[in-house]
């Protein structure tokens, strides 16, 4: 019996846009508008708005949340100050990547998680698990209740800022708050994944078409998961499911530096350090290739006729009009400069490992 | 959308027939559906191939497509301006995006295939 998917409160916006529409981690979700490739260059020239509703959203509220979170993540959570976010990982006993997450730390005592859409129920029953050892824990997951676009890109600054009338000016990267827009309580944190400048925008379910809306009156180009993978593609970001899961762990993943090995203990960490001890099994390798066939995931990568790895993802780059690729290959082989061959269904694509990012966007 | 000069394949390519030699490409609703084209795997010239053959694939950002030639023969062009602009493919799928020039071996198959008032509703039907 097919299960029905689940719709965000944008979900009639998108269909009314004439968006793509596909099944995405049991959400029916628009893949793109006018088109990925145009959908791509919007954000890397201009800015463009992303429905990431379907992410979980989960606060945590009690004088045990920071430790929790401290001990459930690979970054430092404890040490983050209010309004601060931070990137990092959940990870398993073994040093698995159950979810890569977004803490922000929001009060004191209360923290905003985000995470894949993919994995909230695992998220949630893994905190939920841990809940009983610490001191006085609420935790509230707010998904449903909420939207959350992305607005990202070098003009989102200016026209969020427009947005909510100067209360964002000083608002840094990675910095997040509570705000107001038009009379509506707001979150909104300076954080992204698309490698641009951008903002993450919470309200509640209600207003979401409203918001959508006023962005795309201010210019906001609507884009969709097709742009949403091609940019954090070139910005080097990874995906879980793709680069990172249960049996990938933050060091082979190229993750090291949101892993606090030398501060409090966090489940995994044991794992991480004999990792670091004994080398890596894998590294990830970032590549590029001329343009041609697209290198998929799974694809065998081969190195002097023997296959050595296969691809995480791969795709075309529209704003490096080459080739794009991350996947996993034996440590030495990941060195910038190496020689490698994907196998492209038969078809053999030369490549050569880089350093990551494909992408940089122009410092202002 | 559906150009009545050319003849179309249930699998989305089109034919163009100038006296023995077909062009072929795909049609606006193969080319919508594949979405941005970013690589097309085209045969050499002088390769033959039967009729509704596999003769080359058609990527896009999301997808891969086979290519299947509408009437048996030999390829005798291949559009070379896909390599650096494979969105010509969605931008012009008639004119600018041709895959590639057949010598017809047996020139009688075009009748074969659809007209475009008949693709038309093969398209509706699906749909």
Not at chain 1, 22 to 41: K, L
Not at chain 1, 215 to 221: S, W
Not at chain 1, 271 to 278: V, Y
Request: hydrophobic share 40%; with cysteine; glycine share 10%.
């Amino acid at each position: 019996m097919p299960v029905a998917l689940a719709y965000t409160a944008l979900h009639d916006i998108h269909v009314r846009l004439r968006a793509r529409m596909v099944p995405f981690a049991g959400w029916d979700m628009p893949v793109q508008y006018e088109g990925i490739i145009a959908e791509h260059r919007a954000v890397r020239s201009a800015w463009g708005i992303f429905d990431v509703s379907h992410m979980g959203r989960v606060y945590l509220t009690g004088a045990g949340a920071s430790p929790l979170l401290d001990r459930l993540i690979t970054s430092d959570i404890a040490g983050l100050s209010q309004g601060q976010a931070r990137y990092g990982m959940m990870c398993v006993q073994n040093g698995g990547i159950l979810d890569d997450v977004i803490v922000l730390r929001l009060h004191e005592d209360q923290f905003l998680l985000v995470c894949n859409a993919s994995n909230r129920k695992a998220v949630l029953d893994w905190v939920r698990s841990h809940i009983p050892a610490f001191p006085s824990v609420e935790m509230i997951d707010r998904t449903a209740e909420t939207v959350m676009v992305a607005a990202q890109g070098p003009r989102a600054r200016q026209k969020i800022d427009s947005l909510l009338q100067g209360r964002l000016s000083l608002l840094k990267r990675y910095a997040g708050t509570e705000t107001e827009w038009d009379g509506e309580d707001a979150v909104v944190t300076r954080t992204g994944y698309t490698g641009e400048d951008g903002f993450e925008i919470i309200v509640r379910s209600e207003v979401g078409s409203a918001l959508w809306e006023q962005l795309m009156d201010l210019g906001a180009v609507p884009c969709g998961l097709g742009a949403r993978d091609t940019l954090r593609l070139e910005a080097g970001l990874p995906l879980h499911g793709q680069e990172i899961d249960l049996a990938t762990n933050p060091v082979e993943a190229g993750l090291g530096r949101f892993v606090k090995l030398d501060g409090a203990d966090f489940i995994g960490k044991a794992a991480l350090l004999e990792t670091q001890r004994n080398g890596l099994a894998k590294k990830l390798v970032a590549f590029k290739a001329a343009r041609g066939p697209v290198p998929r995931h799974g694809f065998p990568i081969l190195h002097e006729g023997a296959t050595v790895g296969h691809v995480t993802s791969g795709g075309f780059s529209p704003t490096l009009q080459i080739t794009i690729g991350l996947g996993y290959v034996p440590p030495g082989l990941a060195e910038p400069g190496t020689r490698l061959l994907i196998d492209a269904r038969g078809r053999l694509i030369e490549a050569e490992a880089v350093r990551l990012p494909f992408y940089k966007r122009p410092q202002s | 959308m559906y150009p009545t000069d050319l003849r179309y394949h249930k699998e989305h390519e089109w034919v163009r027939v100038e006296g023995n030699t077909a062009t072929v490409g795909i049609s606006e609703f193969a080319q919508a559906e594949l979405g941005d084209v970013v690589y097309v795997d085209l045969p050499k010239v002088g390769t033959h191939f039967e009729q509704f053959a596999k003769f080359g694939e058609v990527e896009s950002v999301k997808a891969v497509s086979d290519l299947f030639l509408p009437v048996a023969g030999e390829i005798v062009a291949a559009n070379e301006k896909l390599a650096g602009s494979p969105e010509l493919v969605n931008h012009d799928p008639y004119g600018e995006g041709w895959m590639v020039r057949v010598r017809m071996a047996t020139p009688s198959q075009v009748n074969e295939l659809m007209s475009a008032e008949e693709y038309e509703r093969m398209l509706s039907e699906a749909h």
